[in-house]
């Protein structure tokens, strides 16, 4: 039988590790509203920008203690985490283009920036770590649904990197028996993500005009709308059978990068004109061709499924995007 999430978050002191962005922004928010003592770990910048936080309700974003630092720097993610009861560990550098011109960059900041964050928690004795992984680690499938037994595959230096950063999690409870369960969540979307993405890519570009510059139109990606993912990470963490494991999150149901053309196109209410950008196509090795989840697991450990249908998430990413007025010059390609 499912374990049914803890709704007391009341007092817990919650670190989140890549707070700022996207998910981890969305992820804070919620858990200041659950009641959790919640601190943002950021990456310092001299403006004292917090991502995402900074547009955070009125009512929420003076609830979250903001403390900057760098994930590669052991002292300043020790710091973050002294004291905390549990820590989501979203932070990560992401976007696999330019994994391919910087990959060194990415071993820092995603092997060794999350053996930081595993050794911190293991001296700050904490309750729960929630380590963030990928569906890209499973590389183009074997089979789809995809399960967490299928084999892992590094197609890319992000990837790589990502796999790296899950084994050394795994490490830690077999041999520390620290507490951490690693989510991995298929593709998500929504407000605030990234405009290098492929649905925001499509949906910046729709806004602007009728000509969509995209690369490959056949790749299959499983979409999962932001607030689904979120109850996945908060579901997870009050799961102890989830302890030492990997649970998938997705939606099970894949979209062809044209049929999200379509679909943003009927969001809209117009026809668009898709057009061949070389620049935009990968290494054809690298390409992961196909992901689809199977979230049988975490159905199963903590009664988690994707609720939200992917025509509803559209169009309320849709909306964010215009009234954010994100539009991308379609001239532009985002790495």
């Given at each position: 039988?499912?374990?049914?999430?803890?709704?007391?978050?009341?007092?817990?002191?919650?670190?989140?590790?890549?707070?700022?962005?996207?998910?981890?922004?969305?992820?804070?928010?919620?858990?200041?509203?659950?009641?959790?003592?919640?601190?943002?770990?950021?990456?310092?910048?001299?403006?004292?920008e917090a991502g995402w936080l900074d547009e955070s309700?009125?009512?929420?974003?003076?609830?979250?203690?903001?403390?900057?630092?760098?994930?590669?720097?052991?002292?300043?993610?020790?710091?973050?985490?002294?004291?905390?009861?549990?820590?989501?560990?979203?932070?990560?550098?992401?976007?696999?283009?330019?994994?391919?011109?910087?990959?060194?960059?990415?071993?820092?900041?995603?092997?060794?920036?999350?053996?930081?964050?595993?050794?911190?928690?293991?001296?700050?004795?904490?309750?729960?770590?929630?380590?963030?992984?990928?569906?890209?680690?499973?590389?183009?499938?074997?089979?789809?649904?995809?399960?967490?037994?299928?084999?892992?595959?590094?197609?890319?230096?992000?990837?790589?990197?990502?796999?790296?950063?899950?084994?050394?999690?795994?490490?830690?409870?077999?041999?520390?028996?620290?507490?951490?369960?690693?989510?991995?969540?298929?593709?998500?979307?929504?407000?605030?993500?990234?405009?290098?993405?492929?649905?925001?890519?499509?949906?910046?570009?729709?806004?602007?005009?009728?000509?969509?510059?995209?690369?490959?139109?056949?790749?299959?990606?499983?979409?999962?709308?932001?607030?689904?993912?979120?109850?996945?990470?908060?579901?997870?963490?009050?799961?102890?059978?989830?302890?030492?494991?990997?649970?998938?999150?997705?939606?099970?149901?894949?979209?062809?990068?044209?049929?999200?053309?379509?679909?943003?196109?009927?969001?809209?209410?117009?026809?668009?004109?898709?057009?061949?950008?070389?620049?935009?196509?990968?290494?054809?090795?690298?390409?992961?061709?196909?992901?689809?989840?199977?979230?049988?697991?975490?159905?199963?450990?903590?009664?988690?499924?994707?609720?939200?249908?992917?025509?509803?998430?559209?169009?309320?990413?849709?909306?964010?995007?215009?009234?954010?007025?994100?539009?991308?010059?379609?001239?532009?390609?985002?790495?």
């Amino acid at each position: 039988m499912p374990v049914k999430p803890s709704d007391d978050w009341s007092g817990k002191r919650v670190v989140v590790t890549g707070a700022g962005g996207f998910i981890g922004s969305h992820l804070t928010e919620h858990l200041v509203t659950l009641g959790a003592s919640t601190t943002a770990f950021l990456r310092y910048n001299s403006r004292s920008e917090a991502g995402w936080l900074d547009e955070s309700p009125a009512d929420v974003r003076p609830e979250i203690n903001l403390v900057w630092g760098d994930l590669r720097d052991p002292d300043s993610v020790r710091r973050a985490l002294h004291k905390a009861d549990v820590v989501f560990h979203l932070g990560a550098l992401v976007g696999i283009p330019y994994s391919y011109e910087a990959p060194r960059q990415y071993v820092e900041a995603n092997v060794l920036g999350t053996l930081n964050v595993l050794e911190a928690a293991r001296s700050a004795d904490v309750t729960r770590i929630v380590q963030t992984s990928t569906s890209e680690v499973y590389g183009t499938p074997l089979y789809t649904p995809i399960d967490e037994q299928h084999p892992l595959q590094g197609q890319s230096p992000y990837s790589a990197t990502k796999i790296g950063s899950d084994k050394l999690a795994e490490s830690f409870w077999r041999t520390y028996k620290l507490p951490v369960a690693t989510l991995r969540p298929f593709n998500t979307f929504g407000p605030r993500q990234s405009a290098r993405a492929i649905l925001p890519t499509i949906i910046g570009q729709a806004l602007k005009g009728s000509e969509i510059r995209l690369g490959s139109l056949t790749p299959i990606r499983d979409m999962n709308f932001v607030a689904d993912t979120v109850d996945g990470f908060i579901r997870i963490a009050t799961c102890d059978a989830a302890l030492g494991r990997v649970v998938n999150v997705g939606s099970g149901r894949g979209l062809t990068v044209g049929q999200m053309v379509d679909a943003v196109s009927k969001a809209v209410g117009r026809p668009l004109k898709v057009v061949d950008d070389p620049e935009r196509v990968r290494p054809p090795t690298s390409e992961v061709e196909a992901l689809i989840a199977n979230a049988k697991l975490a159905d199963e450990l903590f009664g988690w499924h994707s609720v939200t249908p992917f025509e509803e998430g559209l169009k309320r990413t849709i909306e964010w995007f215009s009234e954010k007025q994100v539009v991308l010059d379609p001239t532009k390609y985002l790495v």
